[in-house]
C-alpha cells in the first residue's frame, strides 16, 4: 500500500498511521492541560467564578467535536486525504453515535447550567435588594430607639413637672385653706355678736327694728307664701326674736317652732307660750328629718352669717322642706345706700350685706325649684322720682336716688 507520498508502506505501518490518526481526533490533553481549563480565577461564588466555568465547558464541548477533515494540494496529500476518509469512515460507525450522544449530553448540561447561572444571579439581586432593606429597617430600629430614649426622657422630665406641681398645688390648697380660716376667724372678730358683749338685745331691737306691733304688720305679709295651715309639717322661724311671725303663724293654723342664740329673746317668747328653743340655725335644721318641714322663715339673719355658713344653711333648707316646701328669707337690701348707712352698720353682729341675686343664686345652685325675688319697703324719696322732668337730668337724678334711697328690704321666697 503506498503512503501520502506515494511509497510502499506495510500493513503494520498502517496500523500504526490509523493509531496515529485516531489519537489526533481523541481529547488528547495531559492532566496539566485538563487543569488549566477547569481552573478558574476568583471565588465560585463570584459571578466571574461561573462565567469562567461556563466558559471551561464551552471550550471542553469545542474541543471534543472531531477534527476536520481537509483535502491538502499535491498527490501525496490527496492520498492521505483518501486514506483518512477511508479509516473515518471505517471508524464512524462506531465513533459517530457516542459523540451524538456526547454532543446532547453537553448541550443539556449546558442549558442546566445556564439555568442554575440566572438563578443565582436572580438569587444574588434578591439577596443583595434584601441586604438593603436590613440595612435601611436597621436604620429605623436604631432611630426608632433614639426616640424612644428621647420620649422616655421627656417622660421622665414631664413626671418631675407634674410632682412639681402637685407639691405646688397643695400647697396653694393650704395657703387657701389657711386664707380661709383667717378670714373666718377676722370676720368673727369684726362681727362680734351683741349677746356676747353683754349687751340686751331685746332693748337693742325695740329701738332699731321697731315695736312688735309694727314688726307683726310688716311681717303679715309673707304668710300667704307659705303652704295651707292643714298641709302636713311646722313652720320653723331661725332667729325668732320676740316671736311676731311666730304668732302670725300660729293664728292662721300652722305648726310652728321658733330658734334663736340670744337668751332674752327665748325668755321672751316663752313668757308668749311659743314653742322656742335656744340654738343656731345650721344645728337645728341638722337634727331635723329630711322633708320634715313645710316652711322655714328667717328676717334679718343671712346678714349675720359667713359665706360658707350661708351655703350650708341654705341646703341644709333645701334638704328638710317637703316638696313644695317653701324657704322666705328677708335682709336688708345693699342696693340701697341708705338702708346699709342706716340700718345695717347699726347692727354691729352683722357680718356683711348679701346682695339679692347672691342669695337668688345660691338657692336656685342648691335644687329649689323656683325662686322668687321681692324688693319691699321703699323709701319715701322714691315717690318723687315720678316729679323729674323727662330729660336727661332727669334720668340721672333718678338713677341716684333710687341707688341712695332704694328698697329698703328684700325678700326671696325659694319653693323645693
Known amino acids: 500500500m503506498l503512503d501520502v507520498d506515494g511509497q510502499v508502506i506495510s500493513a503494520a505501518d498502517l496500523v500504526a498511521r490509523v493509531e496515529q490518526l485516531l489519537g489526533s481526533i481523541r481529547l488528547t490533553r495531559d492532566p496539566g492541560d485538563r487543569g488549566s481549563v477547569r481552573s478558574s480565577p476568583g471565588p465560585e461564588t463570584s459571578t466571574q467564578a461561573r462565567q469562567g466555568r461556563l466558559s471551561t465547558l464551552a471550550e471542553l464541548r469545542a474541543r471534543m467535536q472531531p477534527p476536520l477533515l481537509t483535502r491538502g494540494a499535491g498527490l501525496g496529500r490527496q492520498a492521505a486525504w483518501l486514506v483518512k476518509r477511508l479509516i473515518r469512515k471505517l471508524i464512524l460507525w462506531y465513533v459517530e453515535p457516542r459523540f451524538e450522544l456526547q454532543r446532547?449530553?453537553?448541550?443539556?448540561?449546558?442549558?442546566?447550567?445556564?439555568?442554575?447561572?440566572?438563578e443565582l444571579s436572580s438569587l444574588h439581586a434578591d439577596r443583595r435588594r434584601l441586604d438593603l432593606?436590613?440595612?435601611?429597617?436597621?436604620?429605623?430600629?436604631?432611630?426608632?430607639?433614639?426616640?424612644?430614649?428621647s420620649s422616655l426622657e421627656r417622660a421622665g422630665e414631664l413626671r418631675r413637672r407634674l410632682e412639681?406641681?402637685?407639691?405646688?398645688?397643695?400647697?396653694?390648697?393650704?395657703?387657701?385653706?389657711?386664707?380661709?380660716?383667717?378670714?373666718?376667724?377676722?370676720?368673727?372678730?369684726?362681727?362680734?355678736?351683741?349677746?356676747?358683749?353683754?349687751?340686751?338685745?331685746?332693748?337693742?331691737?325695740?329701738?332699731?327694728?321697731?315695736?312688735?306691733?309694727?314688726?307683726?304688720?310688716?311681717?303679715?305679709?309673707?304668710?300667704?307664701?307659705?303652704?295651707?295651715?292643714?298641709?302636713?309639717?311646722?313652720?320653723?322661724?331661725?332667729?325668732?326674736?320676740?316671736?311676731?311671725?311666730?304668732e302670725l303663724l300660729r293664728e292662721a293654723g300652722h305648726d310652728v317652732l321658733g330658734v334663736d342664740l340670744d337668751d332674752g329673746m327665748v325668755r321672751v317668747c316663752i313668757d308668749k307660750g311659743l314653742p322656742v328653743v335656744r340654738g343656731d340655725a345650721i344645728h337645728t335644721l341638722g337634727q331635723m328629718d329630711d322633708?320634715?318641714?313645710?316652711?322655714?322663715?328667717?328676717?334679718?339673719?343671712?346678714?349675720?352669717?359667713?359665706?360658707?355658713?350661708?351655703?350650708?344653711?341654705?341646703?341644709?333648707?333645701?334638704?328638710?322642706?317637703?316638696?313644695?316646701?317653701?324657704?322666705?328669707?328677708?335682709?336688708?337690701?345693699p342696693r340701697s345706700s341708705f338702708a346699709l348707712g342706716d340700718h345695717f352698720f347699726a347692727d354691729t353682729s352683722h357680718?356683711?350685706?348679701?346682695?339679692?341675686?347672691?342669695?337668688?343664686?345660691?338657692?336656685?345652685?342648691?335644687?329649689?325649684?323656683?325662686?322668687?325675688?321681692?324688693e319691699r319697703s321703699p323709701h319715701p324719696m322714691l315717690e318723687a322720682v315720678g316729679e323729674l322732668p323727662a330729660n336727661k337730668v332727669g334720668e340721672v337724678v333718678e338713677a341716684l336716688v333710687r341707688s341712695v334711697f332704694g328698697y329698703q328690704d328684700y325678700a326671696i321666697a325659694a319653693t323645693r
Open 291 to 333: 322633708g320634715s318641714l313645710k316652711g322655714i322663715f328667717c328676717a334679718q339673719v343671712v346678714e349675720h352669717l359667713l359665706t360658707s355658713e350661708l351655703e350650708q344653711f341654705v341646703r341644709l333648707a333645701c334638704d328638710k322642706l317637703r316638696p313644695e316646701g317653701v324657704l322666705v328669707m328677708e335682709t336688708i337690701n
Open 164 to 246: 412639681q406641681l402637685a407639691a405646688s398645688s397643695a400647697t396653694m390648697g393650704e395657703v387657701q385653706s389657711l386664707r380661709r380660716d383667717v378670714s373666718a376667724v377676722l370676720d368673727r372678730l369684726g362681727a362680734a355678736s351683741v349677746a356676747g358683749a353683754d349687751i340686751d338685745y331685746v332693748a337693742f331691737e325695740d329701738r332699731f327694728r321697731g315695736s312688735t306691733d309694727q314688726l307683726r304688720q310688716a311681717q303679715a305679709r309673707y304668710l300667704t307664701l307659705f303652704p295651707p295651715a292643714g298641709v302636713a309639717g311646722a313652720i320653723l322661724d331661725v332667729g325668732c326674736g320676740r316671736g311676731e311671725m311666730l
Open 351 to 374: 357680718v356683711r350685706p348679701v346682695h339679692p341675686e347672691t342669695l337668688r343664686f345660691i338657692c336656685e345652685q342648691v335644687g329649689f325649684s323656683l325662686v322668687q325675688l321681692e
Open 133 to 149: 432593606e436590613l440595612a435601611a429597617i436597621r436604620r429605623l430600629n436604631v432611630a426608632a430607639r433614639l426616640a424612644l430614649v
Open 104 to 118: 446532547d449530553y453537553d448541550a443539556n448540561v449546558m442549558d442546566l447550567l445556564c439555568e442554575v447561572d440566572q
